[in-house]
């Protein structure tokens, strides 16, 4: 069996394929993160499979937590044939690290809420060890 070619799709083929929202594909040709697409007679957006190769790569670089600015590297570095693979490496290896802070910074606070409901009698009295430490100054840190 032949794969299907399709030389060029609207917006929302293209946002279907790659798993973005049709706004997103927009947003991100208004930011200019993609360049924009191409018009039709009608006015209609189209997209040919470089455009849905680049929202699809998008769609995993934010899948796997990089912000827009680090999107705009790695597709700087994926359209530079002369990059070092080691400034791909070096990205993961920075959002991998952030994750993993943001990982620890929610196990803290997931034990603190356990620890809270495992003090607190969860009975019909008034008296609530959890709005006590939540009530509580000094110490705590909003981040």
Excluded: W
């Excluded at 590297?73 to 791909?88: G, K, T, V």
């Excluded at 997931?110 to 110490?139: F, H, K, N, S, Y």
């Amino acid at each position: 069996m032949y794969p299907i070619v399709i030389s060029t799709m609207n917006i929302s083929e293209a946002a279907r394929r790659s798993g973005l929202s049709a706004k997103t594909i927009r947003y991100y040709e208004d930011i200019a993160l993609v360049p924009p697409a191409s018009r039709r007679a009608n006015g209609y957006r189209s997209y040919d499979a470089r455009a849905l190769e680049q929202l699809q790569f998008l769609a995993r670089a934010r899948d796997v937590g990089f912000d827009l600015d680090e999107c705009r590297q790695l597709l700087d570095l994926l359209h530079n044939r002369s990059r070092q693979s080691r400034h791909a490496r070096s990205l993961v290896l920075e959002k991998s690290a952030q994750l993993q802070q943001r990982i620890d910074q929610l196990r803290a606070m997931q034990q603190v809420l356990q620890d809270m409901a495992q003090r607190c009698r969860g009975d019909e009295g008034p008296d609530c060890a959890i709005l006590e430490d939540l009530a509580a100054t000094g110490g705590t840190s909003h981040e």
